[in-house]
């Protein structure tokens, strides 16, 4: 199976579905005009909003999406698609500097992967807060000429000083009451790059000894000499991110802006400039309300971009989309689906407590997407040598199996057994402890949609390591043929014929770091790096693998969930990568 369109998880209930509700009930968000584009107030429109609410998913284009990501777009589009409203894919590319088109192309790319659109017929909400730095800067002069604002010259040093702490107050900045048209001045000239970075800021004038650290008359935007990656040079300012952000949702006309808690404090801030800026006749009601969600935090990992990051360019892991990262692109290249992901999504929830999971909730997510989708196929990963000292020689025995147990209409694969097969190292003892029914001197089991054999020895190479199995083949005892039954055998063992394998490298994977929590606390995240999370091996593939396609999906029998490679694979060089296994392994 390739990737496919994910299958639409059924809605739980949250506390924001619960809000939405409300507000939708209530009226709050009813009567929006919409002139089909972002706009502000003074652009009048009596076109009513056709969308029943308006969300958005607007990451920093600063690195690659992220497992948590994936839970803010499934939650934003999500809510979209069941309430008929829209969600807007916005850049928050206020930065210049650490932002890139590399990063953009990669998140328009994941979204659209994830299985979300941004386009609503003639509507296509992909927007770029870089392109409202004009409306921005129109908002700013405003807010100084409303005496709402203004530009600070103290030194960076002098501000922190004057800006007190969670348990005492700051004070004034000198400048906080100059003339309005003195700051005005002065921000044009910021505006026409007079000023050296860091020599002034503009700031808004709220109140210097709220307790909330974020009302003590924030920054509102800071110099910065640098090229942007869509506006190049026209600017030398640039707004700060919790000036940008409400004044963008607002343009969008966002009912609602969901992020993440920590931006909780942040909230009184976000509201003030929406409810100035209307006052001022800049932005239209209803204001966009801004509800907080907790992260999603997956043990084994770390989400921060800047890490990932490190992980990158340190050579720590081989990119962006190495399948041991937590990044979406690298969690496609391991096998992980749309589907499961979103399953993953709506299985995790949406609440305010700190939310970590197990990795193993996204394994369990993917081998429920695929059970029913991927075909089976056989695989030998750790091959021994099993010989079947009975066998007619030259004789090869037509079998076929299933491509899938519950599919009869997909057909056989077709592959033959012969007297020297593989069979998988894990399935062989020398002497069986209690409960193993697979392959040791004495014991019969079954080969696989092929013949009951009976082991009759375990040869061991001069290091102890197995190196042979010899057993002998009870030829009436075919899978599908009427002398099957008459043997009752308690293992069933899956195999491939040494003639007709394919050879094949298959990448193995366990947990990326060895600790759950590596970069909480003090701990020195990069030491916990696990030196075994990736291995590569050998492989010997049944016949009807030549067909795979690069990006298929198969459950190779009694091993687990893997994928052609999407960017390796070939007929003539078969690579997999093991996406999950079939059992949960022990930890
Ligand atoms: P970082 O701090 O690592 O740079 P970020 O949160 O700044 O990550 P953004 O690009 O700003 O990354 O995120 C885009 C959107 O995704 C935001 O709305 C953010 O709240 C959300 N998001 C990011 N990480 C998570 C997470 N772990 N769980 C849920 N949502 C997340
Ligand atoms: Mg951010």
């Known amino acids: 199976m390739a990737d496919s369109s994910p299958p639409k998880p059924a809605a739980l209930p949250h506390f924001i579905r619960a809000i939405i509700d409300h507000d939708l009930d209530a009226g709050r968000v009813s009567n929006r005009s919409w002139a089909g584009y972002p706009s502000d107030a003074r652009q009048g429109t009596k076109q009513s909003d056709k969308a029943t609410i308006r969300t958005r998913f607007p990451p920093e284009p600063n690195g690659y999406l992220h497992i948590g990501h994936a839970k803010s777009i499934c939650l934003n589009f999500g809510l979209a698609r069941d309430y008929g409203g829209r969600c807007h894919m916005r850049f928050d590319d206020t930065n210049p500097v650490k932002e890139d088109q590399e990063y953009v192309d990669s998140i328009l790319d994941t979204v659209k992967w994830l299985g979300f659109s941004w386009d609503h017929e003639a509507e296509v909400n992909l927007y770029y807060a870089s392109d409202y730095f004009q409306a921005l800067f129109d908002c700013a002069e405003y807010l100084i000429k409303a005496s709402h604002a203004y530009v600070d010259e103290q030194s960076p040093e002098e501000m922190r000083a004057r800006r007190g702490s969670l348990t005492e107050p700051g004070e004034d900045s000198p400048f906080r009451n100059r003339p309005a048209e003195e700051s005005l001045t002065r921000f044009h000239e910021m505006r026409a790059g007079k000023h050296a970075e ?33 506006t190049g040079k026209q600017w030398c300012i640039y707004p700060m991110y919790d000036y940008a952000h409400p004044i963008s949702d607002a343009l969008e006309n966002i009912t609602h802006s969901l992020c993440t808690l920590e931006f909780e404090d942040h909230r009184p801030f976000y509201d003030w400039v929406l409810e100035r800026l209307a006052e001022g006749g800049f932005l239209r009601r209803p204001l966009p309300q801004q509800t907080e969600f907790a992260r999603l935090n997956l043990y084994y990992t770390v989400t921060s971009k800047r890490k990932l990051q490190e992980l990158v360019t340190s050579g720590r892991v081989k990119g962006w989309d190495d399948p041991r990262m937590p990044t979406l692109v690298g969690l496609r290249r391991r096998g992980f689906t749309a589907g499961s992901i979103q399953l993953f999504c709506e299985r995790i929830g949406v609440s305010k407590a700190n939310q970590w999971v197990d990795p193993s909730v996204l394994e369990i997510a993917l081998r429920d997407d695929l059970e029913s989708k991927a075909k089976r196929a056989t695989a030998i990963i750790d091959p021994v040598l099993l010989e079947i000292e009975n066998w ?4 090869r025995e037509a079998c076929q199996a299933p491509w899938h147990p519950q599919h009869a209409e997909w057909g056989h694969r077709a592959f033959h057994c012969t007297g020297s097969l593989w069979v998988e190292r894990d399935d062989v003892r020398v002497s069986a402890e209690k409960g ?61 014929s040494i003639d007709e394998a394919l050879e094949a490298e298959v990448h193995l994977y366990e947990n990326l770091f060895t600790d759950p929590q590596p970069d909480s606390g003090e701990k020195d995240w990069l030491s916990l790096i696990n030196p075994d999370a990736h291995r590569s ?51």
């Open 198 to 230: 860091g020599s002034m800021v503009l700031r808004a004038r709220i109140d210097m000894r709220s307790p909330n650290l974020n009302m003590r008359d924030p920054a509102l935007y800071r110099i910065r000499f640098a090229e942007h990656h869509r």
């Open 537 to 587: 091996v050998k492989a010997w593939l049944e016949p009807s693998l030549a067909q795979a396609k690069a990006a298929e999906h198969f459950q190779f029998e009694r091993l687990g969930y893997f994928v052609a490679d999407r960017l390796d694979h070939s007929a003539q060089r078969p690579v997999f990568q093991r996406t999950v296994g079939l059992k949960q392994a022990a930890r």
């Open 392 to 395: 007619p020689r030259g004789h």
């Open 436 to 496: 193993f029914f697979r392959l040791f001197p004495g014991n019969k089991v079954r080969l696989r949609y092929g013949f009951v054999i009976e082991c009759s020895a375990v040869d061991l190479d001069s290091e102890g390591r197995i190196l042979r199995v010899s057993a002998r083949y009870f030829a009436d005892s075919r899978s599908g043929t009427a002398g099957a039954d008459s043997y009752k055998v308690k293992g069933n063992i899956h195999w491939v």
